[in-house]
């Protein structure tokens, strides 16, 4: 399995974006995917799962009402939609495969290689 990570970039506080996680494989829809982030200093620490089908999400309170995961099992891709970006919110975000949306990042499998976010206040 291979994860690819796009999207990621420099933008104003505020400001949105969008990160996209290309998967390999034919049985993508059987996985959930999540997505977390580490900053520099921190440890690694979750944003926001799906399930296999795309009826259940789960997000960290941190980005609740900003962030939206959703996935497109046709083309093996799950998104990030980020609004209202913070300064905080800058990190390397990662995709990841699980068997069910967890909040626990130990629970995912396989990893993408990440994408930088920066966000400049």
């Known amino acids: 399995v291979q994860l690819v990570e796009s999207g990621g970039g420099l933008v104003q506080a505020g400001g949105s974006l969008r990160l996209s996680c290309a998967a390999s494989g034919r049985t993508f829809s059987s996985y959930a995917m999540g997505w977390s982030r580490q900053a520099p200093g921190k440890e690694r620490e979750f944003v926001a799962a799906?399930?296999?089908?795309?009826?259940?999400?789960n997000y960290a309170d941190s980005v609740k009402g900003r962030f939206t995961i959703s996935r497109d099992n046709a083309k093996n891709t799950v998104y990030l939609q980020m609004n209202s970006l913070k300064p905080e919110d800058t990190a390397v975000y990662y995709c990841?495969?699980?068997?069910?949306?967890?909040?626990?990042?130990?629970?995912?499998?396989?990893w993408g290689q990440g994408t930088q976010v920066t966000v400049s206040s």
């Open positions: 990841a495969r699980g068997n069910y949306p967890a909040s626990n990042i130990r629970h995912y499998d396989y």
């Open positions: 799906i399930s296999g089908s795309g009826g259940s999400t």
